[in-house]
């Protein structure tokens, strides 16, 4: 009996020293290392709270970068005849062109001439279109009153004809269009207004400021840079 308990024993540290050579240890203080790891990069990739994150993709939807509106952070970074935009990756960032402004959480942050458009603006080859858009510049442009909204800014397009002058649309926060029309040589005309949404009824005016057009309809203010309307 002896001789037998010796055997079953020995047999049985042989199976288990196997099993440890055979098999990977885990210990809960791995996965948890890696849980973290993983939660972590993902961290990273995610936009933080503290920036206003605008469409879905700069130049073009679906990029990396982003157009950044106006917060506590990036108030200082805003410029009239320049767009924020914010990039994840320092890399991204570079390959926009503009001037690197700051970094607000991780984010980079780049501000991009409102006259961006590649390969046509100012290069002897006509204006440039922004890909996927009939525009030949977009830009985050300031605006005030719309339904009574404090001063932020409005999303801009530009549309520029030699001959009849230049059309922006600007896009109003909750929905909604302005567009408003300036001369070819880059001079306010009007608002386009209607009587359906009570827009024909509101008083138009403008100003300048700089090399920037005051427009107000109403108690509305956008203000446009030269720059945005005409392009170099």
Avoid at 8 to 28: D, F, M, R, Y
Avoid at 51 to 56: D, E, F
Avoid at 58 to 80: K, S
Avoid at 107 to 134: E, F, I, M, R, Y
Wanted: glycine share 16%; with cysteine; charged share 20%.
């Amino acid at each position: 009996m002896k001789m037998y308990h010796f055997i079953v024993v020995a047999l049985g540290l042989l199976t288990a020293g196997c099993q440890s050579g055979n098999e990977p240890s885990t210990s809960p203080s791995s996965d948890a290392s890696a849980t973290a790891a993983a939660t972590g990069a993902a961290a990273v990739q995610s936009w933080p709270a503290s920036l206003t994150i605008v469409g879905s993709g700069f130049p073009n939807a679906g990029d990396a970068c982003r157009v950044i509106g106006e917060t506590a952070a990036t108030v200082d970074f805003l410029d009239d005849s320049a767009t924020l935009v914010g990039c994840l990756d320092a890399a991204d960032a570079a390959k926009l062109g503009g001037k690197q402004v700051g970094v607000v959480d991780g984010v980079t942050l780049v501000s991009v001439p409102a006259n961006h458009a590649a390969g046509g603006d100012g290069d002897g080859q006509g204006d440039a279109k922004v890909a996927g858009t009939d525009y030949n510049a977009t830009a985050q442009i300031r605006c005030s009153g719309v339904k009574g909204a404090a001063g932020g800014t409005c999303e801009a397009g530009v549309k520029r004809d030699g001959e009849t002058g230049a059309v922006v649309e600007v896009t109003l926060p909750g929905g909604g269009q302005r567009v408003i029309l300036f001369d070819k040589k880059g001079k306010f005309l009007t608002f386009s207004t209607a009587q359906a949404d009570g827009t024909a009824a509101m008083k138009i005016s403008s100003g300048r400021d700089g090399d920037t057009t005051i427009a107000t309809l109403g108690s509305e203010r956008y203000e446009i840079p030269d720059v945005f309307v005409q392009g170099d």
